[in-house]
């Protein structure tokens, strides 16, 4: 909970949110949105697929899971609970698990790590895994 007399026009949060289950989410939306003005933005970077933080090739419950949104339909119900309307997405990882194996495996040759993941990332997924929300306090 997020207590402050003060109202904001804009809100960010950054490789925060995704930690949270979904319960803990509508909190914290709920608590950002008593933060904004009427009209505030809230800026933030979602995750649309599970993510593991841990061993390259992960073991079950090994590492830190990220919680995930399912789709983008499901995270708009979840903003519009708490007051919020996404104004835009903006999707900036495509192939997140690409680029965690290339960083891993070719540690010690980091150009062709950045090669293989630059090529991965010009390949069209069906949805990005990780992207930037504007929304805005309605």
């Known amino acids: 909970n997020i207590k402050t007399e003060r ?4 809100a960010m949060s950054f490789r925060f949110i995704w930690h949270l289950n979904r319960e ?11 933060t904004l003005k009427s009209g505030g933005i809230f800026l933030f970077d979602v995750l649309f697929k599970r993510l593991y933080i841990g061993r390259c090739f992960k073991k079950e419950n090994d590492g830190i899971e990220m919680d995930e949104h399912r789709n983008i339909k499901e995270l708009q119900f979840e903003l519009k609970q708490a007051g919020l309307e996404i104004i835009e997405y ?14 891993r495996l070719f540690r010690k040759k980091n150009e062709l790590a950045i090669s293989i993941i630059n090529f991965f990332e010009k390949i069209k ?7 930037l929300v504007l929304c805005r306090k309605k």
């Open 90 to 103: 903006l999707p900036y990882i495509n192939h997140t698990n690409c680029q965690h194996i290339a960083s």
């Open 24 to 34: 803990q989410r509508l909190r914290a939306y709920q608590s950002i949105f008593s």
């Open 7 to 10: 109202k904001y026009d804009m």
């Open 125 to 131: 997924p069906v949805f990005p895994h990780e992207g």
